[in-house]
């Protein structure tokens, strides 16, 4: 798709919300998943049960911006979670799990993403969720819980061992409120005493676990692979591939190498960005050159799926190549994505 926006009169932008949350409980779910519960100064932000949201931190003088799904119902009153797993390596989901306390504050931008139950086409669902992908299903089925508890739910959801199964005893509880809702766990690493299903996702496992899964709409979140492994299996089910939905928690696909486009000048294009200045040489995506130049824009996949690096675009033309990660709607107000938008002119963007 190509976009040229030209500047507006009075300057003015499409707005995105800040917003102030304040954590009010933090909870050990797993060894290394805890729950985050924030009140958000000015109530509650509106958002649909499957949306994530970015934190902006600061960390060691540098700003870092993550996103992460509400775990949250939007039916919940007065707070919203985030159930979120601490990588080894992690730079802010180490720092949230050994620093953060009750009480301190965080810059956050308002919710969004298409990865949400409202999409939902049939009422015959599947969910399918490994580690902390169960946490966007979750905010799903509370929310189900509080609108349609009636629903054929069937969720599978796949962990380590037993002791990493997240939202155990909550699903359990949901089931008694929700007659057709069906729950199935497989871990990859079995102990003795375990009832659930072992091993690793694959056909046959699910021909016993989810037995009708390709006439099921699948929302599925977890590592690429095992979202794969399942989008093979629904398709070969004979499901049909727009009522499969995934959530990519990380890059997806490393990025292309940029392919210079014909009209761009050899010295590329002049970005604006707030008070910074840089040039995206031909080709290049906005992400890419602001990342080279050390200018940070918020990034999740850098694919085009998440929605994480979405800005507004003030002025200038671009072509924008996306995987779902912005919706029409989103488009028409002036958003781009930064990782799927090269610039054919010199643009001004903003957040
Ligand atoms: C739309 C969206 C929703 C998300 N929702 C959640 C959520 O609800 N809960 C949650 O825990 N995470 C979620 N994530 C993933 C989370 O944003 C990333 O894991 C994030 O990069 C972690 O930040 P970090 O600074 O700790 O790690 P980084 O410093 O970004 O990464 C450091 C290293 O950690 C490892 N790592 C980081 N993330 C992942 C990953 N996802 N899978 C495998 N290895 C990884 C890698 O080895 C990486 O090199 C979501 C991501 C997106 C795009
Ligand atoms: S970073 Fe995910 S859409 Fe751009």
């Known amino acids: 798709m190509t976009l040229d926006v030209l500047e507006a009169a009075d300057g003015a932008t499409p707005s995105r919300n800040r917003l102030q949350l304040t954590v009010v409980e933090i909870r050990d779910e797993t060894r290394d998943i805890k729950t985050f519960v924030f009140r958000s100064e000015g109530g509650v932000p509106a958002y649909l049960a499957g949306q994530s949201m970015t934190l902006k931190l600061e960390l060691g003088g540098e700003t870092l911006f993550r996103t992460f799904s509400l775990a949250s119902a939007p039916d919940s009153t007065g707070t919203i979670a985030m159930t979120i797993k601490a990588h080894a390596k992690g730079r802010v989901t180490r720092w949230l799990h050994d620093e953060l306390q009750v009480g301190a504050s965080l810059e956050a931008r308002s919710p969004k993403g298409r990865f949400t139950i409202d999409s939902r086409r049939t009422d015959r669902l599947a969910l399918v969720s490994a580690g902390s992908g169960a946490s966007p299903l979750m905010a799903m089925l509370r929310h189900l819980a509080a609108t349609a508890p009636d629903l054929d739910i069937h969720w ?52 016993v676990a989810l037995p009708d899964f390709g006439r099921r709409e699948v929302f599925c979140c977890g590592p690429a692979g095992f979202m794969d492994e399942a989008r093979l299996i629904h398709a070969a089910e004979g499901g049909a591939r727009d009522l499969f939905h995934i959530e990519h928690f990380g890059a997806a696909k490393p990025a292309a190498p940029p392919p210079a486009p014909v009209d761009a000048p050899a010295q590329g294009y002049a970005v604006t960005f707030g008070d910074k200045r840089f040039t995206a040489a031909p080709g ?38 996306h995987d779902g990660g912005i919706s029409p709607e989103e488009e028409a107000q002036g958003f781009i994505l930064a990782c799927s938008s090269r610039p054919r002119s010199d643009v001004t963007i903003t957040l």
């Open 156 to 207: 599978l959801h796949a962990a380590r061992t037993p002791a990493d199964v997240l939202f155990a005893r909550e699903l359990a509880a949901l089931q008694m409120g929700m007659p057709r809702l069906k729950v199935g766990i497989l871990v990859s690493r079995a102990e003795p005493g375990w009832f659930g299903f072992s091993g690793r996702l694959g056909r046959r496992l699910v021909s």
């Open 284 to 321: 290049e995506t906005l992400l890419q050159a602001a990342t080279r130049q050390t200018v940070v824009i918020p990034c999740g996949c850098a694919s085009g799926m998440c929605g994480t690096c979405r800005v507004s675009l003030v002025s200038g033309a671009i072509d924008m190549q």
